[in-house]
Each structure stands twice: as structure tokens, then as C-alpha cells.
């Protein structure tokens, strides 16, 4: 792993966070305010989602999570699931080629087996084509809940607990992470939520326990370059204590420098 839960997180406060989680939201509203239907807010979305990609690797972001799908969407009208399913296998097909021109490396998470069976085979042959690249890894986070993120891990260390591997009193939330989907990645620095939601909708549950949060109002659609970097900018000017006091983190800091 990366990052130990339990270990001494350091202080970065005034530096670009490492990991960026992303809920993007507003697609259906930015439509609803120009009376198009909600599919043409999610293409409109994807556009957002390159300035996004683009601007974060620009300025020396190691990992952006966007929350693409959650296992709840599919409670949607099927219209609308369908179109998703669509926009999404245009996008392997289209813009991953794009990725790995740029050296970033793609992941996605998320229960797949409710996947047609064409798209999880993008799905694998997009994580292939760039799984050695090293600019940036773009996470895609697709029927994805952090409530299933955390019973998959658990279920996988009862497992070795029931084979004899592994003893209760062994157990420590670090045997659980590196369980977790991106366990092996950074635990974000950083969650944005689009279209002034201020909830974190069952997305990454275990690992925004230190992160910290900035609420846009802007819809997903017309957030750009300049929306990414004020939320950067915004971050940079946090102090992140990590359960100390003021004076501590100072004396830390100033250790740093």
C-alpha cells in the first residue's frame, strides 16, 4: 500500500493534492435549464471530463477518481441507463486511445458483472492498453458504492480467516484496505462535489475519513480548467491536521521546510 490508515499522514497543506475524488454532478439539471433531455447533459458532461483530466495532470495530480456510476443509478429511467451505457462504450472506444497518447494510466472500479458482456471487455482491453503508463491514473468508479467497496474487502479477509491464513486479532483497518478497490492508491486529499450537493452519496466511504471537501455550484457540464483550478487553489490554502492541534502542525511544517 501507499498510505497506511494508522501510520503518520504527512502535512501537505499549500502543496497539489497527490489524489483528487470527484462526484460529478448536475448533468440532468444543466439539461433540465435548457430544456434538452438528460442524456445531453451527460455528453455534455464528458467534455468536463477532459478539461478535468487534462488540468489535473497539468498540474502534477498522481490520481483523479471520478465518480462515473454508482450502484444506485441504476434505479434511473431505462432510457437514460441505456444512453449511459452507450456514452460509456463510446468513451473506451474513443477517448482511451487519447489517455494513453498522454502516459496516464485508466482503472476502473466498481461490481462489473452488471455489465453487458461487450463492455466489460472494453472495459479490461482500456486498463490493458494503458496499465504501464505513468503521467497520472484516471479512475473510474462505475456501479460502483462504497458500501459494496467495503463488504467485497471484508468478505475477502474472511475468507483467509476461514482458510486458517489469517487470525481475527490480526485483522487492522490496513488488512482491510489493501482489499479496498484502490487500496493501492493515495487516500484522496481532496473530494469535489459538483451542483452544490453537499453529500458524499456512498463514495469512497473508507477512504475520505481525512479528505478534505470542496462544494462547487457549478453543474458538472461547465466545469472546466478554470472551476479545477480554484478548487486546487482552494485546497492549497488548507491546514490539515489530521487530529492534532494548530501548534503542532506548525512545528511540522516548519520541520518540512
Known sequence: MTDSVTADIPVEAGKVPRH???????????????????????????????????TCAREGVDVLTLFAFSSENWRRPEDEVSALMRLFLFAL????????????????????????????????????????????????????????????????????????????????????????????????????????????????????AYTEFYFSDVFWPDFRSEEMRKALEAYARRKRRFGQTDDQVDQRLAAQQ
Do not use: C
Open 93 to 208: 472506444e474513443r477517448e482511451v486511445k487519447k489517455l494513453h497518447r498522454n502516459n496516464i494510466r485508466l482503472r476502473i472500479i466498481g461490481d462489473r458483472s452488471a455489465f453487458s458482456s461487450l463492455l466489460q471487455e472494453h472495459m479490461a482491453r482500456a486498463e490493458e492498453l494503458t496499465r504501464d503508463n505513468t503521467l497520472m491514473t484516471l479512475v473510474i468508479a462505475a456501479n460502483y458504492g462504497g458500501h459494496w467497496d467495503i463488504t467485497q474487502a471484508t468478505r475477502k479477509v474472511a475468507a483467509r480467516v476461514a482458510a486458517g491464513e489469517l487470525a481475527p486479532s490480526d485483522i487492522t483497518d490496513d488488512t482491510i484496505q489493501q482489499y479496498l478497490s484502490i487500496g493501492d492508491l493515495p487516500m484522496p486529499d481532496l473530494m469535489i462535489r459538483t451542483a452544490g450537493e453537499q453529500r458524499i452519496s456512498n463514495f469512497l466511504l473508507w477512504h475520505l
Open 20 to 54: 483528487v475524488a470527484i462526484i460529478m454532478d448536475g448533468n440532468n439539471r444543466w439539461a433540465k435549464a435548457r430544456r434538452l433531455n438528460g442524456v445531453a447533459g451527460h455528453k455534455a458532461g464528458v467534455n468536463s471530463v477532459r478539461s478535468v483530466v487534462e
